[in-house]
């Protein structure tokens, strides 16, 4: 069965440090890949998808970016991190992109 | 853009009662999915609906795609404490790579 890992758990970075967020899945090949942020009390917005290695769509201008350096890999980075860049990160996976996303654990994130 | 109104935000059940949230869209869905979410996890996908009319159940929940393709609903019978969460609703346009979640129902559930 498939399975997505994401890490680490939770997070505290100073204001201006970089940030490095990862994402696997195991059992499937050529997932669609996602990240999304969630605000405290609010759904889910999407920040990135990718549908191959080295394939990456943006959704919103932001300080992040993302990379899908192998099949099964997607990291979420940014060089310097905001107070602005503080929630609660998600990735998900999908077979193809109308089939349903599947999530993984998230990582809190706080900026100090 | 499209937007996706959930109700109700939030809701104290008593313990054996049964609960019903809606999800209403500005546009025609294609799929409609319904996801659980417990305190510092990801969401659980708990049902996928895929064709107008189409009632699903899992266990104790039961979701419907509405006919007019701009609703889905959920029921859950029976609550048990476990039930406690966050539900969000998401739904696709057809064409589109993109799910529209909504803001979420916080369900609490008095023993």
């Known amino acids: 069965s498939q399975t997505i890992h994401q890490w680490p758990a939770t997070l505290v970075q100073p204001v201006g440090s970089p940030l490095s967020l990862e994402c696997t899945v195991e059992g499937t090949s050529n997932p669609n890949l996602y990240w999304y942020r969630q605000a405290a009390g609010r759904g889910l917005q999407l920040l990135f998808y990718?549908?191959?290695?080295?394939?990456i769509s943006s959704e919103v201008p932001q300080n992040l970016s993302a990379s899908r350096p192998q099949d099964r890999q997607f990291i979420l980075s940014s060089k310097k991190l905001l107070l602005s860049d503080s929630g609660f990160y998600l990735c998900?996976?999908?077979?193809?992109?109308?089939?349903?996303?599947?999530f993984g654990d998230g990582t809190r994130l706080s900026i100090l | 853009g499209q937007q996706l109104n959930q109700s109700p935000q939030s809701m104290f059940i008593q313990e054996g009662e049964d609960v019903s949230m809606n999800c209403t869209s500005s546009s025609i869905f294609n799929t409609w999915l319904w996801y659980k979410q417990d305190p510092g996890e990801g969401p659980v996908l708990l049902i996928a609906l895929y064709k107008a009319g189409e009632l699903t159940s899992n266990g104790r929940l039961t979701a419907q795609f509405g006919i007019t393709r701009k609703d889905s609903f959920l029921n859950i019978s029976a609550s048990i404490p476990s039930d406690v969460g966050i539900y969000f609703c998401a739904g696709q346009s057809r064409g589109t790579y993109k799910y529209i979640f909504g803001t979420g129902t916080r369900l609490k559930v008095l023993a």
């Open positions: 998900a996976w999908s077979v193809v992109f109308n089939q349903p996303q599947h």
């Open positions: 990718s549908v191959g290695i080295g394939q």
